[in-house]
T-cell receptor, first 116, second 115 residues
């Protein structure tokens, strides 16, 4: 099955600086890569996603890049703010046996701490 | 506000009890999922329903029994659970059961404690 590795496990940055979180996946058939933000005691919230036919996607201060050849993808947050502090999970999805909906395989998460 | 609603928010039960977790969405999504999340860990997939049919069971013990009565509802029936089953149980849904690149939207979860 799919295996997703995520680094670093903890990332502390000064407010206003950029943060980068990296993930690698094992199965070349994976074709969908979402990122979720989870605050303490709350549900995972989708912040951005990328499909395998796209190399980069940006939404305001957040961007994701995908390198299919190397099987890795990254989350970039610019101009970090205190409210960006949370746990961030990357994930990968692969077609199920019937070619239909499949669950997500998550990385272990990165605890992002924004220092004021 | 989340569009996937889970009840109850908290549940405490003994190992001999039978209880059910409920999940509801009215977005017309045709794929629904159960995940289990332990503290400081990522969500782990348990079950996937596509068009109200169980399509994936990730080798979950039989003390967890999913049910999808209709396209808007997903239940998880619990019986004879163990203390290690204490966790946050998350429900999610996505629009198209035949595409894997659809965003999954999560509910707030049910925090389950087994005494």
């Amino acid at each position: 099955g799919e295996n997703v590795e995520q680094h670093p496990s903890t990332l502390s940055v000064q407010e206003g600086d950029s943060a980068v979180i990296k993930c690698t996946y094992s199965d070349s058939a994976s074709n969908y890569f979402p990122w979720y933000k989870q605050e303490l005691g709350k549900r995972p919230q989708l912040i951005i996603d990328i499909r395998s036919n796209v190399g980069e996607k940006k939404d305001q201060r957040i961007a994701v890049t995908l390198n299919k050849t190397a099987k890795h993808f990254s989350l970039h947050i610019t101009e970090t703010q205190p409210e960006d502090s949370a746990v961030y999970f990357c994930a990968a999805s692969i077609a199920g046996s019937g070619g239909g909906a499949d669950g997500l395989t998550f990385g272990k998460g990165t605890h992002l701490i924004i220092q004021p | 506000d989340t569009e996937v609603t889970q009840t109850p928010k908290h549940l405490v039960m003994g190992m001999t009890n039978k209880k059910s977790l409920k999940c509801e969405q009215h977005m017309g999504h045709r794929a629904m999922y159960w995940y289990k999340q332990k503290a400081k860990k990522p969500p782990e997939l348990m079950f996937v329903y596509s068009y109200e049919k169980l399509s994936i069971n990730e080798s979950v013990p039989s003390r967890f029994s999913p049910e999808c009565p209709n396209s808007s509802l997903l239940n998880l029936h619990l019986h004879a659970l163990q203390p290690e089953d204490s966790a946050l149980y998350l429900c999610a849904s996505s629009q198209d059961a035949y595409r894997v690149d659809q965003p999954q939207h999560f509910g707030d979860g049910t925090r389950l404690s087994i005494l």
